[in-house]
């Protein structure tokens, strides 16, 4: 079964970076495209970026601007998401997901009824 870990969030001043780890297990990134999304209080959930494991090829929306990376740790069958700049408007619970390759195509803004597994979600909280 796939199983998806996120960790990583905490708080942090404005201005301040953070670095999301999203453990999969179960799987192989090689074979799956893997979605970040957040969610904000009182806001629908979002997507925001995009990771194809098939070939490495990452998208982001466009609002981050150059703010936000995506990288893989093959050795850990992990994905990472260096969050830079942070602003106030960033604080959101931040979610992983994934979809067979098959199944989904990447985007910047990936859709959340198309991922077939999530993790639980990992608190981002900025503020002075």
């Known amino acids: 079964q796939v199983r998806l870990v996120e960790s990583g969030g905490g708080l942090v001043q404005p201005g301040g970076s953070l670095r999301l780890s999203c453990a999969v297990s179960?799987?192989?990134?090689?074979?799956?495209?893997i979605g970040w999304f957040r969610q904000a209080p009182g806001k629908e959930r979002e997507g925001f970026s995009c990771?194809?494991?098939?070939?490495?090829?990452?998208y982001y929306g466009g609002s981050l601007g150059d703010r936000f990376t995506i990288s893989r740790d093959n050795a850990k069958n992990q994905i990472y998401l260096e969050m830079n700049k942070l602003e106030v408007e960033d604080t959101a619970v931040y979610y992983c997901?994934?979809?067979?390759?098959?199944?989904?195509?990447?985007?910047?803004?990936?859709?959340?009824?198309?991922?077939?597994?999530w993790g639980e979600g990992t608190l981002v909280t900025v503020t002075t």
């Open positions: 997901a994934a979809a067979w390759k098959k199944n989904f195509i990447c985007s910047g803004h990936p859709k959340a009824a198309g991922m077939e597994y």
């Open positions: 179960g799987a192989s990134l090689d074979d799956y495209r």
């Open positions: 990771f194809d494991g098939t070939d490495n090829s990452k």
